[in-house]
């Protein structure tokens, strides 16, 4: 089981000073959160780490993956771990990843700096990950403006453009996992993935916090493009 660690004393506080209350709340919950301790103890770069191992246990996507793509991957903790599990190294990369912010060189993982909504950027990730991906993960969300609706709809646009991207370069039998937020998904969106996929679900992993409006997205068993195809012919016909 992916468990908190037993790490340092919680409840520690931060003093009182030049910080804004929000600000040392923050600083505090930071601090004192286990999944934070646990990624130090383990060498991850994030805590989202967790998130990804907790999906993996139950839904099982890691299980014989070959090569991976990443988005929105800063500061790259899913990246170390896909790196691992496909056995990518430098010579041999298996992953790639890419985010707008900079991310530290992780060996196995080919890292492309830029905007995933770039025109050339699918072309890029295909040719960094070197092969047909049998897994797309995506932790890209918009940055936040205060207003949940708002938030939602940017959200969940990087949510569709990543599906249509994983629809397009997956092998039969892949995977999709992509964060979303509460406040709905899409029924187009659910459509096309129930299309395309054999399993579409929603979960929300133990490391995710309580008070997150985040879940995430997890499409199992990419059907194929020939199916999709077919779907797509049966539903003009019709």
Same mark, same amino acid.
């Given at each position: 089981?992916?468990?908190?660690?037993?790490?340092?004393?919680?409840?520690?506080k931060v003093?009182?000073?030049?910080?804004?209350?929000s600000?040392?709340?923050?600083?505090?919950r930071?601090?004192?959160?286990?999944?934070?301790?646990?990624?130090?103890?383990?060498?991850?770069?994030?805590?989202?780490a =967790?998130?990804?191992?907790?999906?993996?246990?139950k839904?099982?996507?890691?299980?014989?993956?070959?090569?991976i793509?990443?988005?929105?991957a800063?500061?790259?903790?899913w990246?170390?771990?896909?790196?691992?599990?496909?056995?990518?190294?430098?010579?041999?990369?298996?992953?790639?990843?890419?985010?707008?912010l900079?991310?530290?060189?992780?060996?196995g993982?080919?890292?492309?700096?830029?905007? =995933?909504?770039?025109?050339?950027?699918?072309?890029?990730?295909?040719?960094?990950?070197?092969? %047909?991906?049998?897994?797309?993960?995506?932790?890209?969300a918009?940055?936040?403006?205060g207003?949940?609706?708002?938030?939602?709809?940017?959200?969940?646009h990087?949510?569709?453009?990543?599906?249509?991207?994983?629809?397009?370069?997956?092998?039969?039998?892949?995977h999709?996992?992509?964060k %979303?937020?509460?406040?709905g998904?899409?029924?187009?969106?659910?459509n096309?993935?129930?299309?395309? =996929?054999?399993?579409?679900?929603?979960?929300?992993?133990?490391?995710?916090?309580?008070?997150?409006?985040?879940?995430?997205?997890?499409?199992?068993? =990419?059907?194929?493009?020939?199916?999709?195809?077919?779907?797509?012919?049966?539903?003009?016909?019709?």
């Open positions: 089981m992916t468990k908190p660690p037993i790490g340092r004393k919680l409840g520690q003093k009182k000073g030049k910080l804004k209350a600000s040392r709340r923050w600083l505090e930071h601090i004192n959160d286990p999944y934070v301790q646990r990624a130090k103890l383990e060498g991850y770069r994030a805590r989202a =967790f998130k990804l191992l907790e999906i993996d246990e839904h099982h996507i890691l299980d014989g993956a070959r090569r793509i990443d988005l929105g800063a500061p790259g903790s990246s170390q771990i896909a790196a691992k599990v496909t056995n990518s190294t430098d010579a041999d990369p298996r992953v790639a990843a890419i985010d707008f900079e991310i530290d060189p992780l060996p993982v080919r890292i492309l700096q830029m905007d =995933f909504l770039e025109p050339d950027a699918p072309e890029k990730l295909i040719e960094a990950v070197g092969g %047909t991906p049998n897994l797309v993960i995506s932790d890209m918009a940055p936040t403006t207003h949940r609706q708002t938030d939602h709809i940017r959200t969940m990087l949510c569709e453009v990543a599906a249509h991207f994983a629809i397009e370069v997956l092998a039969e039998g892949g999709f996992l992509a %979303t937020f509460q406040g998904t899409e029924r187009e969106l659910l096309l993935l129930k299309q395309n =996929f054999k399993q579409v679900i929603h979960v929300k992993p133990g490391a995710s916090r309580a008070e997150s409006v985040e879940m995430f997205l997890l499409a199992k068993g =990419f059907k194929g493009r020939k199916a999709r195809d077919e779907a797509t012919e049966a539903e003009e016909e019709s």
